[in-house]
């Protein structure tokens, strides 16, 4: 090698040392591809994203041919080194050291860190690209990459591991909302948050959306005829459920525009004609997700269902609306009596209706009340008091200050929510002020 120049000897080593950035910068990028977006090249039929995908299925081999070429080229490079220190300082120990120093500091910011930057920051760029690359090399030292592997695939034998399927990663709900909410810059904004909803209609039940039995409009057929017409005539919703006696005995369901067309035709006099225009009840067991509730509307083509306890007692009422409301959001139009305004003050309090959903309260007020029991604040309250509280009576719950400004009959009427407190301060700190 004597006869070598050395400037040869120098461009070739700056050409190994290309060499081995490129199987580096080839293995990071193709480790840091995200590997549903190569699905989806694969899918539009692009070439690169083909063999990058036929390189992954495999990863072992990958690595074989990658690894292989890059500690070959390493070994040359350090060897060519060596000769090249021992031609410009002569053969001794301190050329040695020398070399070996100036080796791996050539090899470390040319070879390896420089180029595992520039892939794992373009990885789809150069991973595709490199695919051009290592698929004929990787058929051309595929006797060596066997080999070698008959040794890795024995270690990993011994040592009772079993290498990961690439081709068939799957992905967690939790994962997948993970990718949606940081997917800031290609989802809109509107549709990311539909996306959001969607994950959560499994963990969602009609308990939590549904109008307690207490709001439920529902017509009596023992009552009069004319306060019968009466009540439909003034009704919010467009359809009623209809009942004989008290919300447990169920007729089946009245849709209000039929009614009034039978009202304009002068058919409709007694509450047996309004009985000939009821639709089944349709039952919900209390407790279903969403998720599924939406599936079984649609199976059934049902709008509206009755959501009852495992004693048959009817809990509420569920619609096909309020479960879209939970993926787009609140429509425009609010029924009365639903309990979903708030009054704020200066002094940063809310007044709320006693009988607005906790998790409602939690999704507009940002609070961090528990859900794990009453589905509305009335209910949290008596649950936490066991006693129906007198107005001006103040109890922390979670943190919250909640005052009983008025009660009606059985139930609170209206709630002072309150800016939370020291934690510290132990929940059912009473106050009766009233």
Same mark, same amino acid.
């Not at 060596?144 to 009772?160: A, D, E, P, T, Y």
């Not at 007729?251 to 009034?260: D, M, Q």
């Given at each position: ?14 050409? &190994?040392?290309?060499? %081995? ?89 040319? %070879? ?9 920051? !373009? ?69 990311? *948050? ?34 019968? &017409?009466? @009540? ?49 009840? !349709? ?14 509307? $649609? ?6 269902? &009755? ?5 048959? @007692? ?11 409301? @939970? ?17 704020? *003050? ?53 943190? !919250? ?6 009660? $009606?009959?059985?139930?609170?009427? *209206? ?20």
């Amino acid at each position: 090698m004597n006869e070598i120049p050395l400037q040869t000897l120098l461009v070739a080593l700056f050409v &190994l040392l290309l060499v %081995s950035g490129f199987f580096s910068i080839a293995e990071t990028s193709m480790m840091a591809l995200n590997r549903y977006r190569l699905r989806h090249l694969v899918s539009t039929g692009n070439r690169g994203a083909i063999m990058a995908a036929a390189l992954l299925d495999r990863t072992d081999r990958l690595l074989g041919v990658v690894l292989l070429g890059n500690n070959f080229v390493n070994s040359l490079s350090a060897a060519l080194f060596t000769v090249i220190m021992f031609r410009t300082l002569g053969e001794n120990e301190w050329a040695l050291w020398i070399g070996s120093a100036g080796v791996t500091f050539c090899i470390l910011v040319l %070879s390896e860190i420089t180029p595992k930057i520039i892939g794992a920051t !373009y990885p789809e760029r150069i991973a595709l690209a490199s695919a051009y690359v290592l698929t004929p090399l990787l058929r051309i030292a595929w006797p060596v990459v066997w080999f070698v592997n008959l040794f890795v695939q024995s270690i990993l034998w011994l040592l009772r591991l079993k290498p990961k399927d690439e081709g068939r990663q799957n992905m967690t709900p939790e994962e997948l909302r993970t990718l949606v909410l940081e997917g800031g810059h290609y989802i809109p904004q509107k549709h990311r *948050s539909i996306l959001v909803n969607l994950f959560e209609l499994e963990r969602i039940t009609v308990d939590d959306v549904m109008t307690p039995r207490g709001q439920v409009e529902w017509l009596d057929l023992e009552s009069p005829p004319e306060q019968l &017409l009466a @009540e439909i005539a003034t009704c919010y919703h467009t359809r009623l459920v209809v009942c004989r006696g008290d919300l447990n005995n169920v007729i089946g369901i009245l849709h209000v525009r039929r009614a009034l067309s039978l009202v304009r035709q002068g058919g409709l006099a007694e509450a047996s004609d309004i009985e000939a225009l009821l639709a089944q009840p !349709y039952f919900v067991p209390a407790g279903t997700a969403l998720f599924t509730q939406l599936a079984h509307f $649609q199976e059934q083509h049902e709008r509206i269902g &009755l959501i009852v306890d495992e004693y048959g @007692e009817l809990q509420g009422l569920v619609t096909l609306e309020d479960i879209l409301e @939970e993926l787009v959001g609140e429509f425009t139009t609010t029924a009365p009596g639903r309990g979903d305004t708030f009054a704020r *003050s200066e002094d940063g309090s809310v007044l709320v209706e006693g009988s607005t959903t906790l998790r409602s309260l939690n999704r507009k007020l940002d609070l961090k009340l528990p859900m794990d029991g009453p589905k509305t604040l009335n209910g949290l309250i008596v649950d936490y008091l066991r006693d129906l509280p007198e107005p001006g009576t103040t109890v922390k719950i979670a943190g !919250y200050p909640l005052e009983v400004v008025q009660t $009606q009959e059985r139930s609170i009427r *209206s709630v002072r929510i309150h800016p939370r407190v020291d934690a510290d301060v132990p929940d059912m700190a009473l106050d009766r002020s009233g």
